[in-house]
């Protein structure tokens, strides 16, 4: 992902996804730090995203908030 799509996806989802990650840990900490691996995963993705609102990027962030949470339990 190109580093300024990137920047601006954090800038207007980031509310929205560490909501997510909570909802996923019921704990702040951990929530954190799901997010920032999710950050890491998403800036270093290949795929290119329509919007930041589209499907598939929510389906991808999904899959990278389940994933990091199994990990972490």
Do not use: P
């Not at 207007?12 to 909501?19: H, I, N």
């Not at 997510?20 to 929530?31: E, G, M, P, V, Y």
């Not at 329509?50 to 389906?59: A, D, M």
């Amino acid at each position: 992902m190109e580093e300024y799509k990137f920047n601006e996806c954090v800038r207007t989802q980031s509310k929205r996804l560490y909501l997510i990650a909570l909802s996923f840990t019921k704990n702040q900490a951990d929530a954190e730090d799901i997010l920032q691996n999710v950050y890491l995963k998403l800036f270093n993705c290949k795929k290119e995203f329509k919007t930041f609102h589209s499907h598939n990027l929510n389906v991808y962030l999904y899959g990278c908030f389940r994933t990091d949470y199994k990990g972490m339990h």
